[in-house]
C-alpha cells in the first residue's frame, strides 16, 4: 500500500534519541531516511548498554527502524562533497548535534539553503536563543530546565525526573509536527524552510498545566493537591505527588498483592461518587452533605482515597478496573513493562512490535503510535553500520565503483 511520505527523502544526521524518534516516524511514514553516521563508530548508541556482545543495541534498533545507512565524514574534503550532493539531493535534512557543529563544518543555514533551496532543515537543541544556547542537553537536563522534575515527586522529596522521554522522544515528535507543516508550507510556496525545536521548550509545552496552576497560585491554594488544606504553598508551583492535573481529583490507591505495582489510579468525577461508594460500601457518604459534592470533598481528598482504598485492597488492580469501567469510573491499572510486553491488544494494534534483526534474532520494540487508515506502518529492522553506503552513493550520489573505492580509501566513508 502507498504511505503519506511515499517520495519524500530526509536526511537524517541524528544521533542519540531525540532526532533518530523524528526520523524513525518519518521512515514509519513512508519516507526515504538515510541515516548518516561517522565511519568506524557510527551512531554512538549502537555500542551503549548492550546486552548482547558485538551487536547493535536496543537502544539503537529501537530508535533507527526502517532507515538506511551511510557512513560519511562530513569533515573531509570528499566527504563534504558527498554530503553537498545528498543536501541538494534531500527534502528534508534532521540533525540534533551539539550547537554549532554543522556550522562549524561550513553547513551555515545559509549555505545550505543556497545549496537546496527547498530543503527543509530541522534541528534539536537544548535550548533556544538566549543565555544557554550553546550548551549540550540530554533527556534529564532537559526535564529539570523544562518545569518537569520541580513539579514531578512528593512534597517531602527531592524533584525528580520521569521515565517517559518527555526531553528526548517528547522534541523529537514536536519536530515531525514542524517538518511536517513545512513539507506542506512548501507545496504552495516551493521553498524550504529552518524548523528548529528547543528540548527545553517542549518539556515546558508538556507541563503546559503547570505553568497554568503558577498563575492560579496568585488567586489562592491550589485546591486539588495534596498540601491543601493543611500544607505550606510557597511562591512556586509544588510537587503533587499523584494528584491529577486536571479538574477532577485522582489518586493511585493499593490493591491486592502488594507489589511493587499494585496500584490503580483512580478519578473522582462527580456522577462517580455514588458507584464508587457503593462498591466501597459507603453508600451512606452519597447524600451525607459533608461528602456529597465536589466542593465538600476537595479538602478532604486524602480521606476520599484512603476510603476508596480500603476496597480496592481486596482486589487484583484489573478486577478493579473492571468493576469500575462498568460505572463510567475513570481509572488506570499500574501496568509494569512487562505487562504490557505481554498485553496482545498492544501487539495487535502494532503498538508493540515484535522485529526479526539479522544479527540480534527477535525483539520488542514500540511500533507507530500514530495510525493512519490510509498509510499503516510496517517496522522493519534498523541498518547494519553502512549497510547501504555503495547503494546509496551510486544511485543518489551517481559516483561509480571506482569513485567509492577512492573515498573509502581516505576515510570519507
Ligand atoms: C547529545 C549531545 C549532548 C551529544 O554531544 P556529543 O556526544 O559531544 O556529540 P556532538 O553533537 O557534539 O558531536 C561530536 C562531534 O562529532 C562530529 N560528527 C558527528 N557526526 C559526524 C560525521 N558524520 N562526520 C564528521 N563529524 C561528525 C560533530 O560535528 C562534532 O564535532 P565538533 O565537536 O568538532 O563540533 C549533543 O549532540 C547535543 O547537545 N545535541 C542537541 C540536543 C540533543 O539532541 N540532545 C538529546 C540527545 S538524545
Request: glycine content about 12%; hydrophobic content about 35%.
Amino acid at each position: 500500500m502507498a504511505k503519506a511520505l511515499d517520495g519524500v527523502r530526509i536526511l537524517d544526521m541524528t544521533h542519540v534519541q531525540s532526532g533518530p524518534t523524528c526520523t524513525q516516524i518519518l521512515a514509519w511514514f513512508g519516507a526515504d531516511v538515510i541515516k548518516v553516521e561517522l565511519p568506524g563508530r557510527g551512531d554512538i548508541t549502537r555500542g551503549q548498554l548492550r546486552d548482547k556482545p558485538n551487536v547493535d543495541s536496543l537502544y539503537f534498533t529501537m530508535l533507527n527502524c526502517n532507515k538506511r545507512s551511510i557512513t560519511l565524514n562530513t569533515k573531509s574534503e570528499k566527504g563534504k562533497e558527498i554530503f553537498r550532493k545528498l543536501i541538494k539531493s534531500c527534502d528534508v535534512m534532521v540533525e540534533n548535534f551539539a550547537p554549532g557543529a554543522l556550522d562549524r563544518q561550513g553547513f551555515t543555514w545559509e549555505a545550505i539553503r543556497e545549496l537546496n533551496p527547498r530543503l527543509i532543515y530541522a534541528s534539536v537543541k537544548g535550548f533556544g536563543p538566549g543565555p544557554y544556547e550553546d550548551c549540550k542537553v540530554y533527556e534529564n537536563v532537559a526535564q529539570c530546565t523544562g518545569g518537569a522534575a520541580s513539579t514531578t515527586g512528593f512534597d517531602d522529596g527531592p524533584p525528580l525526573v520521569t521515565g517517559a522521554q518527555i526531553g528526548d522522544s517528547g522534541t523529537g515528535i514536536h519536530l515531525v509536527a514542524g517538518i511536517l507543516a513545512a513539507l506542506f508550507q512548501r507545496e504552495k510556496t516551493g521553498q524550504g524552510q529552518r524548523v528548529t525545536c528547543a528540548m527545553q521548550d517542549t518539556v515546558l509545552n508538556l507541563c503546559r498545566v503547570k505553568l497554568r496552576d503558577q498563575q492560579r497560585l496568585a488567586a489562592g491554594p491550589l485546591m486539588e493537591y495534596p498540601q491543601y488544606p493543611n500544607g505550606v504553598f510557597g511562591d512556586a508551583v509544588p510537587r503533587a505527588g499523584n494528584a491529577s492535573g486536571g479538574g477532577q481529583p485522582g489518586w493511585a490507591v493499593r490493591t491486592k498483592g502488594g507489589g511493587p505495582n499494585d496500584y490503580i489510579y483512580v478519578i473522582i468525577q462527580p456522577p462517580g461518587w455514588e458507584p464508587l461508594m457503593k462498591l466501597c460500601g459507603r453508600a451512606e457518604l452519597i447524600t451525607d452533605p459533608e461528602w456529597a459534592t465536589p466542593e465538600k470533598r476537595l479538602p478532604k481528598l486524602g480521606k476520599c482515597f484512603e476510603i476508596i482504598e480500603r476496597w480496592t485492597m481486596t482486589l487484583d488492580k484489573l478486577e478493579v478496573m473492571r468493576k469500575l469501567n462498568e460505572f463510567d469510573v475513570p481509572c488506570g491499572p499500574i501496568l509494569d513493562m512487562g505487562e504490557i510486553a505481554a498485553e496482545q491488544a498492544l501487539r495487535e494494534t502494532g503498538t508493540v512490535v515484535e522485529v526479526d534483526h539479522p544479527k540480534r534474532g527477535k525483539f520488542l520494540t514500540v511500533g507507530n503510535p500514530i495510525k493512519l487508515s490510509g498509510s499503516p506502518t510496517e517496522v522493519k529492522p534498523s541498518p547494519a553500520l553502512g549497510e547501504h553506503t555503495d547503494e546509496i552513493l551510486k544511485s543518489i550520489v551517481g559516483w561509480s565503483d571506482t569513485e567509492i573505492a577512492a573515498a573509502r580509501k581516505e576515510g570519507a566513508v
